[in-house]
């Protein structure tokens, strides 16, 4: 497991809250008393022009605005970098996982079974989701809860922010059903890889793995094991990346909150609430029913094994609101969890890219939080519209930070409700966004669970922190 997390004796997760309550309180600090009139004590009259190193007449700045802005632009600056060095591990990650597994199934008609196992899973808990979200939506009815010159002044400061994510949304909605399955398929993989499409990426990655398993052994060995070194290297990598998360943490929430403020926060609540306590239903009441009935009745999965089991790859999912980033991990605690290393390779891959729960019941509460705001009224049959919409969206999104908002447009656009309310969305996501990916990691955990309980192949330890989950050297040899 990753050694960061044992090697101190506060776990991390303690230290990533820590920094998320710190972060918040410097945040709200800074948007209430850093006003206008702080800068221009320190000999800045114009400090849109300043942050933006524009020249300006009126701005003479003294050591401490220079200061400030320095370390303004160091707190971004340390925020970005950890995203990115999460984002650079992604793609890898996803491509040699899944050929790795797919080559060590080994027998087609094998993987045929559990990967019709494993969609059926992740349709049966991403529609569950779905229902769930729109029960709560319409009975916590959110979006009647925000004054309507609040709604008006969020779309002014997030209009144009929203604007380059509904571009692309639109862009992927004209060009058809059709034509977006078969672009699954991607004519060259390393332009796939290159733009980081990570549907295109997961379809090369099964071709490839399927094309090693029906060539003869000593042919396939090398790249197996090349694609074996790689995805350990990168898990290290990442257990480095995991030392940095409570600063990143801090660095991110200070910048949204002193941002965007809590007032923006506040009048959301309603809305922001419904997410988070339905994500939470999902995890603490339905994933734990889950694994209870899939694990053998000898040697039941109880929530406090699972959680502890999976704790490393929800502080991560929580501190880097990505699920792709976060795929080593998950798979390390799904076999934490009992799952054979063959069935977690196998699942948690795809299920980054293919089984976000969480991300369609946060699309859910969304759109029907914005109807009600926009006082759209949703039949039902608009509102399964948008539970189905919700649900394909989700599937091929890329596991990375607020992925989500801008297909949202997708799914407004379906039932007439006026796109540019993204921009209200857009003013809290980030807290919602880390939210959500602990659901979508934890889902695919799950899903992994599950898969390895119906073939009779699931052990749950009694201690997770007890196991060994660094892969002896030949696992991927098939026999
Ligand atoms: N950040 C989410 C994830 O990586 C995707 C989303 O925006 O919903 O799982």
Redesign the pocket.
């Known amino acids: 497991m990753p050694s960061t997390a044992t090697r101190s004796p506060i776990p991390l997760h303690w230290k990533v809250l820590t920094a998320l309550v710190l972060g918040v309180a410097l945040g709200a600090a800074i948007n209430h008393w850093w006003t206008p009139q702080t800068w221009a004590s320190l000999g800045v009259h114009n400090p849109a022009a300043f942050l933006d190193f524009k020249p300006a007449d009126d701005n003479n700045p003294s050591f401490a605005a220079l200061a400030a802005r320095f370390l303004g632009d160091l707190n971004e600056f340390l925020g970005k970098l950890f995203l990115q060095a999460l984002r650079f591990i992604a793609v890898p990650v996803v491509l040699f996982s899944l050929i790795l597994a797919v080559a060590s199934v080994g027998n087609p008609r094998q993987m045929g079974r559990l990967g019709l196992k494993t969609i059926a899973i992740f349709l049966f808990t991403t529609a569950l989701a779905v229902v769930v979200a729109l029960l709560v939506a319409s009975w916590v009815a959110p979006g009647t809860r925000v004054p309507p010159d609040v709604r008006a002044s969020i779309i002014a400061q997030y209009g144009s922010q929203s604007a380059a994510g509904l571009q692309s949304a639109h862009a992927l909605k004209d060009s058809g059903v059709w034509n977006y399955l078969l672009n699954i398929l991607p004519t060259n993989p390393f332009n796939a890889i290159a733009n980081a499409q990570i549907l295109q990426v997961v379809a090369s990655a099964i071709l490839i793995g399927l094309g090693l398993s029906l060539i003869p052994k000593d042919k396939a060995q090398p790249v197996v094991r090349f694609a074996e070194g790689l995805v350990e290297a990168v898990m290290q990598l990442v257990s480095l990346i995991m030392v940095a998360a409570p600063f990143a943490v801090f660095c991110l929430i200070t910048q949204f909150v002193s941002t965007v403020g809590l007032g923006a926060l506040t009048s959301v609540l309603a809305y922001a609430l419904a997410v988070i306590g339905t994500l939470a239903a999902i995890l603490l009441i339905e994933y734990p029913i889950l694994l209870f009935l899939a694990s053998p009745r000898h040697n039941r999965m109880t929530p406090a094994r699972f959680f502890r089991g999976m704790a490393p790859a929800q502080t991560l999912?929580f501190s880097s609101?990505?699920?792709?980033a976060t795929l080593p991990v998950t798979i390390q605690c799904a076999q934490r969890l009992g799952v054979p290393r063959d069935i977690a390779g196998f699942v948690c891959p795809l299920g980054t890219s293919l089984n976000?729960d969480?991300?369609a019941l946060?699309q859910t509460i969304s759109v029907v939080f914005l109807a009600q705001l926009y006082g759209v009224d949703l039949s039902t049959a608009q509102l399964v519209t948008v539970g189905v919409m919700a649900c394909a969206v989700s599937v091929g999104?890329p596991?990375?930070?607020?992925?989500?908002?801008a297909m949202m447009a997708i799914v407004l656009d379906s039932v007439g409700v006026p796109t540019e309310g993204v921009a209200i969305i857009l003013a809290v996501d980030r807290f919602l966004?880390m939210c959500?990916?602990i659901v979508?990691?934890s889902g695919d955990a799950v899903a992994a669970v599950v898969v390895a309980g119906t073939e009779g192949r699931l052990d749950p330890p009694a201690d997770p922190d007890a196991l060994n989950t660094q892969p002896p050297p030949s696992t991927s040899q098939r026999p």
């Open positions: 999912a609101s990505s699920s792709a976000m969480g991300t946060y999104l596991g990375l930070p607020s992925a989500s908002v966004d959500r990916t979508n990691v």
